[in-house]
């Protein structure tokens, strides 16, 4: 299949890589340095002990995607809707977009640029980084849990699945994609923006008594949010099951706290602001996420 990778950063990299190697036609449209070491030397991707050379097509023009039938959909959400809006000019009318982002907004706007019915939604549970320009590293266990937003793309949703499945991923179709997304937005809210602000691994933050309390508060805020909108948080997700959880992720530096360090915009809008939000319409407070999405809002601004 003809697929392109619409920000090949960490994620996109990573997961345009594997599909490269089980056969398919990956286009890998990236910018800046990483662009250009790829584009010089191909993208190295180190999966555990092992390194890949992936040899593809890699590109800064977006019109080279034009003949794409599946796009993933990888860039930060601060990037979504400018993306989306270049993309709709160059993809055929039938050409599927799967989005592998965090948060549970972008879907609303990728429906709303292209249709509903072409959206994919994604929970990635994947640990990637950019090392260096060019060198994409990925630790531990990847997982995919793929759904549709529109039941009218529910058999090209399957379809994808067994694509995906095909290429040795390990994705697993799901009936209420976004439910799975808000439970994944749970963690990352409770743990991306603490790491961020504190420059800490997750371990850190669950090993000092403060600051797991705190993100405890933080957890339990966003589950009074989710289940406010009704969200089913299935196996009874609760603060110590998310706590829990964490405990399987204590080396995990979050994709904000790379943000952080490496001074690119965090997704500070798509995960706290989100809860935030959500929260004074629907009158559930969020006092602490409130704090953090306040701090990181100010070193997004002034750079810190
Ligand atoms: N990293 C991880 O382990 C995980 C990340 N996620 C989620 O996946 C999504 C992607 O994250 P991640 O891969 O880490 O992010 P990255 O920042 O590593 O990748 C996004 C890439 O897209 C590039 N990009 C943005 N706009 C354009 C454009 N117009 N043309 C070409 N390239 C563009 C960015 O370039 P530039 O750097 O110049 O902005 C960047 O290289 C996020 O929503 C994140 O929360 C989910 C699970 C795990
Ligand atoms: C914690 C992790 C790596 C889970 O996949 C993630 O979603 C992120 O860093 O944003």
């Not at 991923?169 to 749970?186: F, G, T």
Request: glycine share 6%.
């Amino acid at each position: 299949m003809r697929i392109g990778i619409a920000g090949a950063g960490a994620v996109g990299s990573y997961f345009g890589a594997i599909l490269h190697f089980a056969g398919h036609d990956v286009t890998f449209l990236a910018r800046g340095k990483h662009f250009q070491a790829m584009k010089q030397a191909g993208l190295r991707m180190i999966k555990g002990e092992e390194e890949f050379l992936v040899d593809a097509t890699f590109t800064d023009k977006i019109n080279e995607l034009s003949e794409c039938e599946l796009v993933l959909f990888c860039v930060k959400s601060n990037d979504t809707e400018a993306m989306a809006s270049q993309l709709k000019l160059v993809l055929p009318s039938n050409c599927l977009i799967v989005t592998m982002q965090n948060g549970v907004e972008n879907e609303q706007l990728l429906g709303t640029i292209f249709d509903h019915d072409r959206i994919l939604s994604t929970a990635a549970y994947i640990q990637a980084a950019i090392d260096e320009p060019g060198k994409v590293t990925q630790k531990g266990r990847v997982k995919l849990v793929i759904g549709e937003l529109h039941s009218s793309a529910k058999a090209s949703c399957l379809e994808i699945n067994q694509l995906f499945q095909a290429a040795g991923i390990d994705s697993v179709y799901a009936q209420s994609i976004m439910e799975n997304k808000w439970r994944k937005l749970i963690w990352n809210v409770t743990f991306n923006p603490l790491s961020a602000i504190l420059n800490a691994n997750v371990g850190e933050i669950l090993a000092n008594e403060e600051l797991r309390y705190t993100a405890s508060l933080i957890c339990q805020e966003a589950i009074d949010v989710a289940e406010r909108l009704k969200i089913e948080l299935k196996n009874n997700q609760t603060v110590e099951s998310v706590l829990r959880k964490a405990e399987r992720a204590k080396k995990h530096h979050t994709s904000m706290l790379q943000d952080r360090r490496k001074g690119k915009p965090m997704e500070v809008e798509a995960m706290c602001g989100y809860i935030v939000r959500k929260g004074l319409e629907i009158n559930v407070p969020t006092p602490n996420i409130q704090v953090v999405y306040s701090i990181l809002t100010y070193m997004d601004k002034s750079k810190h």
